[in-house]
């Protein structure tokens, strides 16, 4: 597993949520502080949570009246007689009222409880989307990094010094034509940049050919959506490059002596 995998399945697991609240055990804790002093994004993840947990509990919280408690107390000797007893009895009333206090203490304890695990419930789905989107947006910048290398690639190609290059125009059949090709013979690689391609009935398609000892072999197709720099076969021992319009989906033979364009190659000079 991958660094990467590895913070995902860290972000997965809540272990953050039960930090930020004391719920983990030594071998959490030791796991939790490692991820976050190790990988700032974690730690980006940490600091979030925290701080909107800290803004949710301060819109939240709810002062309780100073001497909550002894008002309870007094309330309750108010309200309850004071009935004569017997010297030789302990008195029951403080353990009575005691025990109203304890009663009202639990209840404020569970409703602590009970908010406490709706906090705790909202941040974990906070969490879950905060990990979903770091994984979208490692996705998006692995595509980019792949995208840009590409780019860069093919810039290098186009200014390597052994790269020859090749305008093909169409011919009155096509005037409109425009093709070029990048050729490096030592490297055996070829690109290809459709400039302009003129439109076609829809069961007729333009097809790139290279000339083998005089042997037509395919290329490929040139659609629409091939109006940018592209990398073609490189053939060995070229005499020249034409394009033909072909019928939809290509043919195995070049279907036309005359082509809309094409153009001698000087490989073997």
Do not use: C
């Not at 107390?73 to 007689?81: F, G, M, R, Y």
């Not at 810039?155 to 011919?171: A, D, I, R």
């Not at 990398?231 to 394009?243: F, M």
């Amino acid at each position: 597993m991958n660094v990467n995998e590895q913070i995902t399945t860290f972000l997965k697991s809540n272990l953050l949520d039960k930090y930020l609240i004391g719920q983990t055990t030594a071998s959490e804790t030791e796991e939790v502080e490692h991820y976050i002093n190790t990988y700032p994004e974690v730690k980006k993840v940490y600091e979030k949570l925290q701080d909107k947990l800290e803004l949710s509990a301060q819109i939240n919280a709810v002062k309780a009246p100073k001497n909550a408690l002894d008002n309870i107390l007094n309330a309750l000797e108010e309200d309850t007689p004071v009935i004569p007893i017997q010297p030789t009895h302990k008195p029951k009333r403080k353990w009575f009222s005691l025990a109203i206090a304890a009663s009202v203490a639990a209840l404020l304890f569970a409703g602590s409880s009970a908010y406490l695990y709706v906090q705790n419930s909202n941040l974990s789905n906070e969490n879950q989307v905060i990990v979903d989107e770091i994984f979208d947006l490692r996705s998006d910048i692995a595509k980019n990094n792949s995208r840009l290398t590409d780019v860069l690639e093919q810039f290098k190609q186009l200014n390597n010094p052994e790269t020859e290059k090749y305008v093909l125009k169409g011919n009155r059949s096509a005037k409109d034509l425009k093709t070029v090709a990048y050729i490096n013979p030592k490297e055996k690689k070829s690109m290809i940049d459709v400039v302009s391609l003129p439109q076609l009935p829809d069961d007729q398609v333009y097809q790139i050919w290279a000339d083998i000892q005089g042997k037509m072999v395919s290329l490929g197709i040139l659609t629409e959506a091939d109006r940018k720099l592209q990398e073609i076969p490189y053939t060995e021992d070229a005499l020249g490059l034409s394009i033909s319009v072909e019928p939809k989906g290509g043919s195995l033979e070049r279907s036309s002596d005359t082509p809309v364009a094409e153009i001698s190659l000087k490989l073997n000079e």
